[in-house]
């Protein structure tokens, strides 16, 4: 079972990064997000997305700059980030997980089932 995350990197403030989450060992799982983790802060999720008919989730902090999306004959997930900004920085998972809801705008996840290894995404001039 793992999940490998890439497509990190440096960006420049409203530049654009595409994140890649490669699926391997397993198919069965209920769905597939993407969180971040920024220095002296807690980790936040951000998006997911269902394996099964791919409906899609965001937190407020993603919405309308962030798109998820999936390629199934891949397995692999992906996170379009647009217009990147400073505050963005961050080191970026993917996991998959059951339990989630949307609450406040803020994306909880119950439990995650598997993490994938971080990748490092900087936005500065």
């Known amino acids: 079972v793992q999940l490998q995350a890439s497509g990190g990197g440096l960006a420049q403030p409203g530049g654009s990064l595409r994140l890649s989450c490669a699926v391997s060992?397993?198919?069965?799982?209920?769905?597939i997000g993407w969180f971040r983790q920024a220095p002296g802060k807690e980790r936040e999720g951000l998006a997911c997305?269902?394996?099964?008919?791919?409906?899609?989730y965001y937190a407020d902090s993603a919405k309308g700059r962030f798109t998820i999306s999936r390629d199934n004959a891949k397995n692999t997930v992906y996170l379009q980030m647009n217009n990147l900004k400073p505050e963005d920085t961050a080191t970026y998972y993917c996991?998959?997980?059951?339990?989630?809801?949307?609450?406040?705008?803020?994306?909880?996840?119950?439990?995650?089932?598997?993490w994938g290894q971080g990748t490092q995404v900087t936005v500065s001039s």
């Open positions: 996991a998959t997980f059951t339990y989630f809801r949307v609450v406040g705008g803020i994306l909880r996840v119950d439990e995650v089932e598997h």
């Open positions: 060992g397993f198919r069965d799982y209920y769905a």
């Open positions: 997305i269902t394996r099964r008919d791919s409906v899609t």
